[in-house]
């Protein structure tokens, strides 16, 4: 992708820190097109004649990370697509430029090398952070309706040791370079929206 025509801003954070809940947010009040990695492997999961169904299958409920070229793949068609027939609605996407929140990646060191080196470099990093209590509160309350099998004690548990040993070193080697906006996502939505547009406009402009 010409890096000059599309802004990407990664979303960083544990399992339930509200990454989701924040990009929904943005999509609106900012035209950007939200692509949550968690939400593509679970389509492709779905997609009938899937080769990987049931290898993402189990990466997700052992809260493993899928092999980055899986990832990596489905981000860059969803990114292309979105470039051939932009979300019409937004002023922001004239011109050929088009403006993503890639939510829940890179969360392994390869995954953001690669990406960084073969796709296009991200402007900053959006890393909610809170405490586990917090996360494992959200995501067992949610679990109760959500129909994800990972909202169970079992994977919530496998999901914060991967978050811890695998993709701390992510947000680290971001924060080394400078890239990292980190919000303490334990307040309110509503609060936590207010930090994020503050950042993001200073970014933005
Ligand atoms: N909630 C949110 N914000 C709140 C707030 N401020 N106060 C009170 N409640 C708040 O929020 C979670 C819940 O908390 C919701 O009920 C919400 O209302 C409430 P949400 O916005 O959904 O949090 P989010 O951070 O998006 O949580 P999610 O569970 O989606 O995070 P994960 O990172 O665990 O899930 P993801 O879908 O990104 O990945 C799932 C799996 O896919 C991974 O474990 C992995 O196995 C696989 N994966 C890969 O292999 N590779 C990738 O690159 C990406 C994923
Ligand atoms: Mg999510």
């Known amino acids: 992708f010409d890096q000059a025509k599309v802004t990407v801003i990664f979303v960083l ?62 981000l860059e068609n969803a990114m292309s697509s979105t470039l051939a027939s932009p979300p019409h609605t937004s002023p922001e996407w004239s011109n050929g430029h088009g403006r993503f929140l890639i939510d829940g990646f890179p969360r392994k060191m390869d995954q953001a090398l690669k990406f960084d080196e ?12 809170t405490t586990e209590e917090i996360l494992l509160e959200r995501l067992m309350e949610r679990g109760k309706t ?13 999901r914060f040791r991967t978050f811890v040993e695998t993709s ?3 947000v680290d080697y971001y924060r080394k370079a400078g890239k990292v906006v980190e919000i303490d996502s334990s307040p309110p939505i509503d609060v936590v929206y207010e930090k994020v547009k503050v950042e993001i406009d200073q970014r933005l402009g």
């Open 118 to 129: 073969s796709v296009v470099k991200s402007s900053f990093v959006l890393f909610f952070s």
């Open 13 to 74: 954070g544990g399992p339930g820190a509200g990454k989701g809940t924040q990009c929904e947010r943005l999509v609106a009040d900012y035209g950007f097109k939200h692509l949550s990695a968690g939400d593509l492997l679970r389509e492709e999961r779905n997609r009938p004649g899937s080769t990987y169904g049931e290898l993402i299958t189990e990466y997700i409920r052992e809260g493993k990370i899928v092999p980055q070229e899986v990832t990596i793949k489905l």
């Open 168 to 170: 701390m070193p992510v």
């Open 146 to 158: 959500s129909g994800r099998d990972d909202d169970n004690k079992e994977s919530i548990v496998k």
